[in-house]
């Protein structure tokens, strides 16, 4: 596979589940981000991990909990979700801070 | 308020018009980069420009950076329906030592045939 890969691309869960976002770029890239897509907002940055260390996290709730266990993988751990955080997840994908890669997303649904 | 705004944010236009998408921003940006995202993927990027006044011409599409480099526009001439989807633009901000990207809303265009 080449580029930047999520999965699962839909998911639906309900506000006492646990669920894992996964993303994979095969891109030799050294940062990865997660990015928050929803209706009628900009995107929003979530976090950025550069060389498997995190280097930014915008304020975001601890209900959405990072992992980078490699250069190469992503995680974003999901428990106790609200309504509201319904949206797509876009993963992306860059050299240092130069242009982002992104995946296809994964669409988020909590009932 | 949105350090990015982009116009129109909705535009639906028949096959071989043409379109101009603006997207305005009262901070300077080292470079500015387009988008374009089709229903159920994520952005594919188009063109990124770097200096102020700089044209780039991608087929059909031609973008432009403002001189001061705090705006920019993409035209699109006899726009096509596989031009349909959700245009980004997004900039460069300096921030602690390093860049930080910034996008805007996003200008959802429909070509009908």
């Known amino acids: 596979e080449t580029g930047v890969t999520q999965t699962p691309r839909h998911l639906v869960m309900g506000m006492t589940n646990k669920k894992s976002l996964k993303c994979e770029q095969h891109?030799?890239?050294?940062?990865m981000y997660w990015y928050k897509q929803s209706a009628k907002k900009p995107l929003e940055l979530m976090f950025v991990y550069n060389f498997k260390e995190q280097t930014e996290n915008n304020s975001v709730p601890s209900r959405f909990s990072p992992e980078c266990p490699n250069s190469s993988h992503l995680f974003l751990h999901l428990h106790t979700l609200q309504p509201e955080d319904s949206a797509l997840y876009l993963c992306?994908?860059?050299?240092?801070?130069?242009?982002?890669?992104f995946g296809p997303g994964t669409r988020l649904t909590v009932l | 308020t949105q350090l990015l705004e982009q116009s129109p944010q909705f535009l639906s236009i028949q096959e071989g018009e043409n379109l101009t998408v603006y997207c305005n921003s009262s901070?300077?940006?080292?470079?500015l980069q387009w988008y374009r995202q089709e229903p159920g993927e994520g952005p594919v990027l188009l063109v990124t420009?770097?200096?102020?006044?700089e044209v780039k011409k991608l087929k059909r599409l031609t973008f432009q950076f403002g001189d001061a480099r705090k705006d920019s526009s993409l035209h699109i001439t006899a726009a096509q329906p596989g031009d349909t989807g959700l245009y980004l633009c997004?900039?460069?901000?300096?921030?602690?030592?390093?860049?930080?990207?910034?996008f805007g809303k996003g200008m959802k265009l429909t070509v009908n045939p």
């Open positions: 992306a994908s860059s050299q240092a801070t130069y242009t982002q890669y």
């Open positions: 420009v770097v200096t102020g006044g």
């Open positions: 901070s300077v940006f080292s470079s």
């Open positions: 891109l030799g890239h050294n940062a």
């Open positions: 997004a900039g460069f901000k300096p921030q602690g030592g390093s860049e930080k990207l910034v």
